[in-house]
């Protein structure tokens, strides 16, 4: 029963994007935020913006979230214009903010019950609802502690069983682990692996950190209002270069020159090493131990990072290419509302 | 475990989120509603510090002004103050209430607010039903202790003066919901304060009598909104007690425009029309998007 009624919505799903932005721009005055940007998400997938602070990505995502208009272009999040049916869009999103959005004052039920009637989740629904994603996230044993006597992570963890609580099509996370310590960051990082799981639900999201954009199916590379690129992580590595190889063997002289001649690689002695350049490096092992011929002691493949992707499809490093605190400021549209 | 995990997969399917309809909207205006009762009752210390500023101005200031007005020994000046305080305990915790909108903006509930799918009008009108709600219980709190005052508990008493305050409270909410909207910092809130609220107090007849006042200060008076609504809580609890007429005309002279002396059901109407205009600049203020 449950098994035909996720098929048929799947196939719903399925037959149009998640999220479509057209050419969609952002200008506060002077100051183009969002220059143009163009993509879709399928339903399911989890897309991630990656880019340095102040690249648009707050911008694009509360364009799609009907917090800010669009200056030009147009979007469709659940099939619903932004614009033009700015209601239907946010009943079918769940929203997690780069800040906290938790009433502090309020226990942690008291938080999620004022969400559930403020969407409208049916009264009947509305507590085993609560009790599944409280307890998606680890919470449901703290829910009747205040909010504010819960750690940052924990807050974090609230707000996005929150965003999940009316079945949303599309969980949007703005940067969900900025300003949390990297054990945090990685327990967060698995609850929202695990509720992809668990429910039918496409991810948004934005983040700096580079090692996270590897959680996503797909990312668009955004700097300066621009996507620069867009592809699997996968991809977009393998469009920066080859993997280096590290071996440590038996006798490493005479594998620099066995991979010369049997190989065509030029290897070299790095660090007590031989090391190398090559593509597909980890599909490149195997045939490395069957044809080498010399005992290997031990093999390390260090792919190309997003890092290095950043770095050549816009020639800074992410960190260089972090906006000073000023502009930050005058990007960040809640700012803005806040000095309105 | 398992077969209780296996119980609840079902539910997982998508619930069903309602729409815009008249029903939607009373659910979004109580759901507002109960969180600032939620929260007021939770906060104990700040129902006592808020009572405690009208218990000084009705003991300590009333008692100590007692004195020089020994016209008649019948007649307690703490009598001429409560209505005074009352108008001060609700005019404090309405604007305070409302003014939680900053600190929602500052600490970002407000944004979970206004992201939800509901008409924005909801959570202006909610929260001004709140605050209202809020006010009238600490008002209703202080006019329990009418007996202490001289003054006595007559129930056409206290309902009107229920009904008043309910009403007045909900047009200072509205009047601090309209405030807030156009501040970003909680230090503002001072600034609000010490030129809206404390000169609203003064100025509205609630520790002095507004007769026989120099011209310049009977104006100001005037404008002040708060003045008429003070003046209907002390012809509610003037008409319970016995006075010398000319005692009572400067005590309790009514608001008067020229030769014209207001009749109180005047007064609760432009308090009326206060309401809704400040209710309707506030949702006018929310309704606004980037």
């Not at chain 2, 929602?104 to 039903?129: I, N, Q, S, Y």
């Amino acid at each position: 029963m449950t098994v035909v009624e996720k098929g048929v919505v799947a196939a719903e799903l399925r037959a149009e994007p998640a999220v479509l932005a057209d050419d969609l721009h952002k200008s506060y005055g002077e100051l183009e935020a969002v220059r143009g940007v163009d993509f879709e998400v399928a339903a399911g997938e989890t897309f991630g913006f990656l880019g340095p602070n102040g690249a648009g990505k707050s911008t694009t995502i509360s364009m799609l979230c009907t917090i800010t208009r669009p200056t030009a272009g147009r979007a469709l999040v659940a099939g619903f214009d932004v614009v033009r049916e700015q209601a239907q869009v946010r009943r079918h999103i769940g929203l997690v903010f780069q800040d906290t959005t938790l009433d502090d004052y309020l226990t942690a039920t008291e938080n999620l019950s004022f969400h559930a009637e403020l969407y409208g989740v049916p009264k009947s629904q509305v507590r085993d609802r609560l009790q599944q994603v409280m307890e998606m996230v680890g919470l449901w044993d703290r829910r009747t502690s205040l909010v504010r006597t819960f750690s940052g992570g924990m807050k974090r963890r609230l707000e996005i069983a929150r965003g999940l609580l009316h079945s949303p099509r599309v969980l949007f996370l703005d940067e969900p682990t900025v300003g949390l310590d990297p054990q945090t960051r990685s327990h967060i990082w698995s609850y929202i692996t695990e509720l992809k799981k668990r429910e039918n639900v496409t991810i948004f999201l934005t983040t700096h950190y580079m090692d996270e954009a590897e959680y996503c199916d797909r990312i668009a590379i955004i700097d300066n209002g621009l996507i620069v690129a867009s592809d699997t992580p996968e991809a977009l590595k393998a469009s920066v270069g080859q993997d280096r190889v590290e071996l440590h063997t038996s006798d490493d002289p005479e594998t620099i020159s066995r991979l010369a001649v049997r190989f065509g690689l030029e290897a070299k002695m790095s660090e007590g090493s031989v090391a190398f350049f090559v593509d597909q490096g980890e599909e490149f092992v195997p045939r490395l131990f069957a044809e080498l011929g010399i005992r290997i002691l031990s093999v390390r493949v260090a792919r190309p990072t997003l890092d290095d992707v950043f770095m050549n499809y816009t020639g800074r490093t992410i960190r260089d290419a972090e906006v000073t605190g000023s502009d930050k400021l005058r990007q960040n549209p809640w700012m803005r509302a806040r000095s309105r | 475990m398992a077969a209780a995990n296996q119980r609840m997969m079902p539910a997982l399917a998508p619930v069903r989120v309602a729409g815009n309809g008249p029903a939607d909207d009373l659910r979004a205006i109580l759901v507002v509603w109960k969180r600032e009762l939620i929260r007021f009752l939770r906060n104990r210390l700040r129902i006592l510090t808020s009572l405690a500023q009208p218990v000084l101005f009705l003991y300590i200031l009333g008692t100590g002004l007692s004195p020089l007005i020994s016209q008649t020994e019948h007649f307690n000046f703490r009598t001429f103050m409560f209505p005074g305080v009352l108008g001060m305990t609700i005019l404090f915790t309405s604007i305070f209430s409302a003014m939680s909108i900053v600190w929602d903006r500052e600490f970002g509930f407000l944004r979970e607010m206004l992201v939800a799918p509901v008409h924005r009008w909801t959570l202006v009108l909610g929260k001004c039903l709140g605050g209202a709600t809020v006010a009238s219980i600490q008002g209703a709190i202080i006019l329990a202790l009418a007996g202490t005052v001289g003054v006595p508990y007559s129930p056409v008493m206290i309902l009107t003066l229920l009904g008043e305050m309910m009403l007045t409270s909900f047009a200072l909410t509205a009047f601090g919901v309209m405030l807030a909207a156009r501040i970003s910092q909680v230090e503002s809130f001072q600034m609000v304060t010490q030129f809206f609220v404390l000169p609203m107090f003064f100025l509205s007849g609630a520790i002095f009598p507004l007769s026989d006042l120099p011209a310049w200060l009977a104006v100001l008076s005037k404008i002040d909104p708060l003045s008429y609504a003070v003046a209907p809580f002390r012809a509610a609890v003037f008409s319970q007690i016995q006075l010398p007429a000319p005692l009572a005309r400067t005590l309790d002279p009514g608001m008067s425009w020229g030769s014209w002396v207001l009749p109180v059901w005047f007064e609760v109407a432009m308090i009326a029309v206060a309401a809704l205009v400040m209710l309707a600049a506030a949702m006018r203020q929310f309704a606004k998007t980037d």
